[in-house]
């Protein structure tokens, strides 16, 4: 649910150890406490029970029994859990690189031309972003229904034969993964396109000297300038991607089969349908690790390209 | 140096938790729960003082939820110092929320619970539920219906015995999975299998579409695939692998043989081409409207669809090798069950047995539904006389085979998965029958 | 020329794709506005059948739903905003031992999805009796959302100008009062984004919600929708009016505090 901009933004603020104004003031921790204890409470202890969790195998409702990293063993050999990881990375390209490509179109073009009315299309382009996600998911779901869905309709009007969107082996993970790509392609446009306002015009006016093209000069100008939004843009879409629950519980349950499986899903009907929690748990920590690595992945090669 | 302090604060923040036991180590004298008191007389209900009854169920569909609805109306009115607080979801919903609800302490008192290992099983071994015998001997529940359909509901304490030991609820309607027909279409029903896929290959050469389905959710698929099956494999044969009995397999010829009929069936376009993408009540309700001459589907439809076709709608059990000996997948539906956790056992009951009496059976036929219990009145008009008809016949031939995902804790999801890629060809049926056997031994391994 | 020629294409690409952005949720309004009885088609407008919304409202149960969303969104908005401004005064503008690797445990929240911790937060709330109560949406949320509320009223204070804070010292002003009376006021507009963000998250909230409340009196918003879905998958227009019911009160939050909104979204983003 949070944003994972502050991780990115941190970093390259500097140290978040650089030095706060001010004397040294034990009234701090006082300030502190409340919010530490609710957060240490609600999330950091939870974490790691869940870590403890995972070691054991427990049905949820009798006794469990120590299984080591077994649990974690499985999340590698089990092929429904290997699935849904796999499933996980490929809703990548859809939440995290599409949006990105869409927002870099998007922002190489504004590079060389003002557009007004700016503040308008940013409102609009967020707007699926503050929509539920269940309301979105609905949404997609009769969009993509097979008899008369919106998307049949659409394409009828040009001869195509309608498909069966979310009932496909080969098409249903890519239609959940567009569903993503409608929410946040949005916040990429509008990050993006902020970011290439704040590149001052001189860089632009050196290249065109220089007799750089449209292509080059975005290349050589618009892309490195953008690399701190860039950065946010993929970290934001990618937890949005790995957390992924609500869109498929909504609109797939996970299949056809396990075509639409993913980690969040598996967390869920693991811990709470088929009393497997020890490895639900396991699941869920993984996740995070992933999260973890892909976030300092992407903040690590911004940093780098300086 | 980052790193290393973010280390530090996770490593001191675990030292500082502690170690602790296994989980739900603590938990195990709420296991094996008994009832507290054990009932010997018929409870006065309307002594109990004002009580408020939470329920659970899943009659959201026009017939079932106008029969919940009177039989809660009544209730209240006969006891007016009972409120009803009635919350229904769908199947597949409550079977997502089931478990998380029966747990804890401020659990709903009676929930409509799957039967077999996946919910029930699972629920009973917990000790969530509270077994009914002795209420089932105080309101003689055991004469109401067949003991096939009681067994349904057993289960041995230890959540291990399904079909025999103690009586966790009683179901109210009678199901059967069987075909539906629009009657401008199809003129003569079919009786036996190869009449039956004649017709299909008559519809599908008029340009119709023979059956309408929709598994989205996945289970349907469950209820068409064994509605084949059961014409292809001895219905013992199934009987003993959902209860699991012993030397009872999956990876047979005659499942196989299952597999590959109804895998034939979608290859020769005798279901709407996005079956997998398609909900269910948009599916029946397609049918309602004649786009198609077949469905197979349960009778808890039956009221939905009288409604919407009249007299046009038909029902027939699934054609087979002899007329005289029909298979049908069916049973009974969910059981309202106690849970354990309920303090108001006693009107839990007295709810139990008003859904399930003389009274509710004539509500049931009224809103063409099927009631499970004996001697209930037949119906007079409509479709609901030819599923009252099946009902009998099906009864009396032993015909009724169990819904393949009682089996396993998993197979719920196990073989909906499965059929899914069956009927979009992503496994062969060998494969299909393999994986679905290989699920199964993990768990009558891990046993 | 060039320009003129990208400037439109510029223009081109954001119509087309606040067009796509727009289109789904007019389809949905549409669809809300059907007939009933009519032959249901995603997008379709035949009318406008206003009564929708009373009979999904009624037959929803919506009424309570919104109830709990806003029990929920209000407590969790109210207890964070506070709890967040006072740790990232703390981060912000004071030294003590420690706070870096305590602001480093707080940027790690940031990253842990509600999916790995789901599992003790359930089993241990449902030890405590807290499982099907407000506290069990409650507390959680609150402990997300000032992992992120800490953070962003930390980047916050960092902005203040030293003079601003010296001053209010030499006068002999407490820390509290400096907080309360000098910074507060001027932190208005970081304060007010922070909490449409939380709100809106919080509102929008799903996996918490359908584990640890059973209880159809507690259900929040999102939650009764899905299960209104599962028992209505064929009545479409009923369904959308639902669905408009249950996005409404973010999206007209939106449409007021947009520009707040975005440009929230944009410095915390950014600026950093």
């Given at each position: 649910?949070?944003?994972?901009?502050?991780?990115?933004?941190?970093?390259?603020?500097?140290?978040?150890?650089?030095?706060?104004?001010?004397?040294?003031?034990?009234?701090?921790?006082?300030?502190?406490?409340?919010?530490?204890?609710?957060?240490?409470?609600?999330?950091?202890?939870?974490?790691?029970?869940?870590?403890?969790?995972?070691?054991?195998?427990?049905?949820?409702?009798?006794?469990?029994?120590?299984?080591?990293?077994?649990?974690?063993?499985?999340?590698?050999?089990?092929?429904?859990?290997?699935a849904a990881f796999v499933h996980a990375l490929i809703l990548l390209l859809f939440y995290a690189v599409l949006p990105l490509l869409i927002g870099l179109a998007l922002a190489g073009v504004m590079a060389r031309a003002r557009v007004r009315g700016l503040a308008f299309f940013r409102a609009v382009l967020f707007l699926p972003q503050v929509v539920a996600m269940v309301v979105v998911a609905l949404m997609w779901k009769m969009i993509y229904q097979p008899t008369d869905g919106a998307l049949n309709r659409f394409l009828g009007w040009f001869g195509i034969e309608g498909r069966s969107w979310l009932g496909d082996f080969n098409l249903a993970l890519p239609s959940v993964g567009l569903v993503g790509t409608y929410v946040y392609f949005g916040l990429a446009m509008v990050l993006l396109t902020a970011g290439v306002q704040k590149i001052p015009t001189s860089l632009y006016d050196a290249a065109r000297v220089d007799g750089a093209g449209p292509f080059r000069e975005f290349l050589a100008v618009t892309l490195p300038g953008l690399r701190g939004e860039i950065a946010v843009a993929l970290t934001l879409t990618t937890i949005y991607a790995l957390r992924n629950f609500d869109l498929v519980y909504i609109t797939t349950s996970g299949g056809p089969g396990n075509a639409t499986s993913v980690p969040a899903f598996q967390v869920f009907s693991r811990a709470f349908e088929s009393g497997q929690v020890g490895s639900a748990a396991a699941v869920g920590i993984t996740l995070t690790v992933i999260i973890f690595i892909i976030s300092l992945g992407i903040n690590r090669i911004a940093e780098r390209s300086t | 140096m980052k790193a290393k302090s973010v280390l530090a604060a996770v490593l001191a923040l675990s030292a500082l938790a502690g170690c602790g036991g296994a989980p739900g180590g603590g938990d195990e004298d709420k296991a094996a729960a008994t009832p507290s008191?054990?009932?010997?007389?018929?409870?006065?209900?309307?002594?109990?003082?004002?009580?408020?009854?939470?329920?659970?169920?899943?009659?959201?569909?026009?017939?079932?939820?106008?029969?919940?609805?009177?039989?809660?109306?009544?209730?209240?009115?006969?006891?007016?110092?009972?409120?009803?607080?009635?919350?229904?979801?769908?199947?597949?919903?409550?079977?997502?929320?089931?478990?998380?609800?029966?747990?804890?302490?401020?659990?709903?008192?009676?929930?409509?619970?799957?039967?077999?290992?996946?919910?029930?099983?699972?629920?009973?071994?917990?000790?969530?539920?509270?077994?009914?015998?002795?209420?089932?001997?105080?309101?003689?529940?055991?004469?109401?219906?067949?003991?096939?359909?009681?067994?349904?509901?057993?289960?041995?304490s230890d959540g291990a015995e399904f079909g025999s030991g103690e009586l966790y609820g009683l179901s109210q309607m009678g199901e059967i999975v069987g075909v539906f027909y629009n009657k401008d279409k199809v003129t003569t029903p079919p009786t036996t299998l190869t009449e039956f896929e004649a017709s299909l290959q008559q519809a599908k050469d008029a340009g119709d579409t023979p059956i309408m389905f929709g598994n989205l959710e996945k289970w349907p698929g469950i209820h068409n695939f064994e509605s084949v099956l059961g014409q292809t494999a001895d219905k013992q044969a199934i009987r003993d692998f959902v209860f699991a009995r012993e030397g009872a397999s999956f990876d047979n010829p005659e499942f196989q043989a299952g597999a590959t009929k109804i895998k034939e069936w979608v290859d020769k376009g005798y279901f709407n081409k996005d079956f997998n993408g398609t909900d269910y009540d948009p599916a029946w309700q397609s049918f309602a409207k004649g786009d198609s001459w077949y469905l197979i589907a349960g009778t808890w439809v039956t009221a939905d669809l009288a409604e919407q076709m009249g007299d046009k709608v038909g029902f027939m059990l699934m054609p087979g090798q002899d007329p005289n000996a029909p298979v049908s997948l069916g049973g009974e539906d969910l059981p309202f069950t106690i849970s354990s956790a309920s303090k108001v056992p006693d009107v839990a009951a007295a709810y139990i047995d008003f859904l399930t009496d003389a009274n509710a059976a004539k509500v049931l036929v009224?809103?063409?539904?099927?009631?499970?219990?004996?001697?209930?009145?037949?119906?007079?008009?409509?479709?609901?006389?030819?599923?009252?008809?099946?009902?009998?016949?099906?009864?009396?031939?032993?015909?009724?085979?169990?819904?393949?995902?009682?089996?396993?804790?998993?197979?719920?999801?196990?073989?909906?998965?499965?059929?899914?890629?069956?009927?979009?060809?992503?496994q062969s049926p060998t494969e299909f029958t393999a994986g679905v056997q290989e699920a199964y031994d993990k768990w009558a391994e891990s046993r | 020329m060039t320009s003129r020629a990208e400037q439109t294409l510029g223009y081109v690409i954001l119509g087309v794709f606040s067009l796509i952005a727009l289109l789904p949720i007019v389809g949905i309004l549409f669809t809300a506005l059907q007939d009933p009885d009519g032959v249901a088609a995603f997008g379709s407008l035949n009318g406008l059948h206003f009564e929708n919304f009373k009979t999904a409202w009624e037959d929803g149960n919506f009424g309570s739903y919104l109830k709990s969303s806003i029990i929920v969104s209000v407590s969790v908005v109210f207890f964070a905003t506070l709890f967040s401004i006072l740790a990232g005064y703390a981060f912000g503008l004071m030294r003590f031992r420690g706070s870096t690797v305590l602001f480093y445990l707080f940027l790690l929240g940031l990253m842990v999805p509600t999916e790995a911790i789901i599992v003790p937060l359930y089993y241990d709330l449902r030890d405590l009796n807290l499982t099907n109560t407000y506290w069990a949406l409650i507390l959680p949320q609150i402990a997300t959302s000032v992992a992120f509320g800490t953070y962003w009223m930390r980047t916050y204070f960092r902005t203040v100008p030293r003079s601003l804070v010296?001053?209010?010292?030499?006068?002999?002003?407490?820390?509290?009062?400096?907080?309360?009376?000098?910074?507060?006021?001027?932190?208005?507009?970081?304060?007010?984004?922070?909490?449409?963000?939380?709100?809106?998250?919080?509102w929008n909230e799903f996996l918490l919600a359908l584990v640890m409340v059973s209880d159809e009196s507690l259900r929040t918003a999102p939650l009764g929708l899905s299960f209104f879905q599962g028992r209505n998958t064929s009545e479409l227009s009923l369904m959308a009016a639902a669905s408009v019911i249950v996005a409404l009160p973010v999206v007209i939050l939106y449409i007021f505090l947009q520009r707040h909104f975005i440009r929230g979204m944009l410095a915390g983003a950014v600026k950093g």
């Open positions: 649910m949070a944003v994972a901009a502050p991780l990115e933004a941190a970093s390259r603020e500097g140290s978040p150890g650089e030095r706060p104004p001010g004397e040294p003031r034990l009234v701090g921790y006082l300030y502190l406490l409340p919010a530490f204890v609710v957060f240490a409470g609600f999330v950091l202890y939870p974490l790691y029970r869940a870590a403890y969790i995972s070691l054991w195998d427990w049905d949820g409702l009798t006794a469990g029994t120590w299984a080591g990293f077994d649990n974690y063993a499985e999340v590698f050999t089990d092929e429904d859990l290997r | 008191a054990t009932a010997e007389a018929k409870p006065d209900i309307s002594k109990a003082g004002n009580v408020t009854l939470r329920v659970w169920d899943q009659n959201v569909r026009g017939g079932q939820n106008a029969e919940i609805e009177e039989l809660n109306k009544q209730f209240q009115a006969k006891y007016p110092n009972v409120t009803i607080e009635r919350t229904k979801k769908s199947f597949e919903d409550l079977l997502k929320t089931v478990k998380l609800a029966a747990s804890g302490d401020d659990a709903p008192d009676v929930i409509q619970v799957n039967q077999g290992r996946g919910t029930m099983g699972e629920i009973v071994k917990a000790g969530l539920l509270r077994p009914v015998d002795d209420y089932a001997k105080v309101y003689d529940w055991e004469s109401r219906y067949s003991s096939t359909l009681l067994d349904l509901n057993r289960f041995s009224d809103t063409n539904n099927l009631p499970a219990m004996k001697g209930a009145p037949t119906p007079s008009t409509g479709v609901s006389v030819e599923v009252a008809q099946a009902w009998q016949k099906l009864n009396d031939a032993d015909g009724v085979i169990p819904y393949l995902d009682y089996t396993t804790p998993t197979f719920y999801d196990d073989i909906s998965s499965a059929i899914q890629e069956l009927l979009a060809g992503k | 010296e001053a209010a010292r030499l006068d002999g002003a407490s820390t509290w009062f400096t907080l309360w009376r000098v910074l507060l006021p001027l932190a208005r507009p970081a304060v007010l984004t922070m909490t449409v963000l939380l709100f809106m998250w919080t």
